[in-house]
């Protein structure tokens, strides 16, 4: 399921919200498709990705940058779904694995490794709340031809 590199090194770093935007288009766009994530978002989750994707850019926009703008629950909105149909540790494992695919194909610098720091938190905390143990081990850098 992983891309593959093309022979473009990125050069940029997350340091706008028009690359936070991009990122999080890329990513969920795979995210969208993959077999196992796909399905929680598209079937059970019942996304709206052209309400999500703004308030997901806001999100991180907010990590990233300390920019007002996103309002929500993650967790909350995680439980919920997880009361339709459980999340487990691989959902977690996958998620984390195309975030880093996208961002490492994309992105170089302090801020793509901060969200990349950022998205392992993410997991491990929805996972200890929601399945009742961390997940998301850190894949370090270069996870591409590693998939969990």
Known sequence: MSRERDDR???RDLDDP???AEMVRRFYSDVAQDDLLGPMFNDVARVDWSEHLPKLTDF????????????????RT??????????TSTHFDRWL???YETVDLG???ANAERAKGFAVRVA??????????DCGAPLGPGPIGHEP
């Open 9 to 11: 090194t990125p050069t």
């Open 18 to 20: 028009q690359q936070v």
């Open 60 to 75: 991180w926009c907010r990590f990233l940058f300390g920019l007002p703008g996103y309002t929500g629950n993650p967790l």
């Open 78 to 87: 995680h439980q919920l779904i997880h009361a339709k149909r459980a999340f």
């Open 97 to 99: 694995y195309l975030f």
């Open 107 to 109: 992105w170089t610098g």
């Open 124 to 133: 491990r905390v929805h996972g200890r709340r929601l399945i009742g143990h």
